[in-house]
Each structure stands twice: as C-alpha cells, then as structure tokens.
T-cell receptor
Framework: QKEVEQNSGPLSVPEGAIASLNCTYS??????FFWYRQYSGKSPELIMS????GDKEDGRFTAQLNKASQYVSLLIRDSQPSDSATYLC?????????FGKGNQVVVIP | KAGVTQTPRYLIKTRGQQVTLSCSPI?????VSWYQQTPGQGLQFLFE???????NKGNFPGRFSGRQFSNSRSEMNVSTLELGDSALYLC????????????????FGPGTRLLVL
C-alpha cells in the first residue's frame, strides 16, 4: 500500500463550482497534513495545513481531516481559472513528509 | 523575506558525469529537505539536513549525497549520472525546530531541472 494515495484522475470543474479532492494515507500515526498547489513548470506552493480532526477554512479553501478513516480532503469553492493546477497531498510519517502523486484540476471558464 | 533559492535552474549533463545543486533556505530556517520529482514517481524524499547533520534519508542509492553548511545553505550531489536521474530537484526549507513525526511547514524553492543525456 502506498503511503499517500490520490486516486482521482484529472478533475474538470466549471468556473464557480466546487472542486473536491481526496487523499488517503497509510500511517495511522501521522500527525501533520498539508495541501500544496503546483502550477505546470513551477514548484509546489503551500495552500493549507491541518493537524486536528474536522474542517479548516482559509478563504475559498477548506481542508477536512478524519484520522479515524485516514482521510484528508480539500474543497475549493467558487473555482477560478487560476485554480487550474496539480494539487499535492502531503502527510507526515517516518520522520519526513510523504507526498501523493497529485490531482490535476482544470477549471473551465 | 526572500524565499528559497536554488541554483542552477537548468542543467544538462551526460551519463557518467556528476552534478552539484545548491539551495539557500529562507533566512532563519535551519532545516533543508531535498526531493526528486518525476512524472512517473511524483515527489520523492531524498534527505533532510539540520544544523549540518543529516537527520533523515529516503530510499535513494548512495550516488545521491548532500551536505549542509553552517549558514544553513545546502548542496546535493549526484555522481555517475544515469538517464533516470533526469528530474526536477526541489529543496524545501523549514524552521527545523521540530523533528520526528511533526514536520513543520516546508517552503519550496523553484527547483533545478536536470536533464541527463
């Protein structure tokens, strides 16, 4: 089992809609969870961090964490064309951050 | 505050050569982590340095090595380059006050894109 899995294929959403991204992880002892956004040809940029079960909101972004289900999600409300990017889930474990392979989001004007 | 800087930004090498990449962390950050990113494998952890000591290492062969200087700047070296080493190499810095299973937020540099021919 991979440490961090982001299984969804490319996600196309109309402008103004909600984009929903999911991530599961294998290490039950993980304590820190991050979402990074990566534009094509650029480096990852941190958009959210979450440490406790529940929801954390920051502007149009909401991260949700459920440690019992080993599940992290990211919601992007009122999606904009500028949100078109690859979103990487990162989870702490084994003294380092492990990254999923990412989900590509395409916002259609 | 200036961000993480990496040099060079682009590099072309041939098989068998070696390469050294440099990373300067955000001022005040003492931890530097290195990652390799490829389309097939995603972001993979290479190693992490704090106060000139390697604290953690990923599953890469010994051809990949690194070091950190007293000013927290870090270098990574890849010897005997192989075609499969072509990738985007990213470094990320953090304060480094915590270790273990509570890594602090990491901030990435722009990366060095390495092409091995």
């Amino acid at each position: 089992q991979k440490e961090v899995e982001q299984n969804s294929g490319p996600l196309s959403v109309p402008e103004g809609a909600i984009a929903s991204l999911n991530c599961t992880y294998s290490d039950r002892g993980s304590q820190s969870f991050f979402w990074y956004r990566q534009y094509s040809g650029k480096s990852p940029e941190l958009i959210m961090s979450i440490y406790s079960n529940g929801d954390k909101e920051d502007g149009r972004f909401t991260a949700q964490l459920n440690k019992a289900s080993q599940y992290v999600s990211l919601l992007i409300r009122d999606s904009q064309p500028s949100d078109s990017a690859t979103y990487l889930c990162a989870v702490s474990g084994n003294n380092r951050l492990a990254f999923g392979k990412g989900n590509q989001v395409v916002v259609i004007p | 505050k200036a961000g993480v800087t990496q040099t060079p930004r682009y590099l072309i090498k041939t098989r068998g050569q070696q390469v050294t990449l440099s990373c300067s962390p955000i001022s005040g950050h003492r931890s530097v982590s290195w990652y390799q990113q490829t389309p097939g494998q995603g972001l993979q952890f290479l190693f992490e340095y704090f106060s000139e000591t390697q604290r953690n290492k990923g599953n890469f062969p010994g051809r990949f090595s690194g070091r950190q200087f007293s000013n927290s700047r870090s270098e990574m070296n890849v010897s005997t380059l192989e075609l499969g080493d072509s990738a985007l190499y990213l470094c990320a810095s953090s304060l480094g006050l915590l270790a273990g299973d509570f890594p602090e937020t990491q901030y990435f540099g722009p990366g060095t894109r390495l092409l091995v021919l």
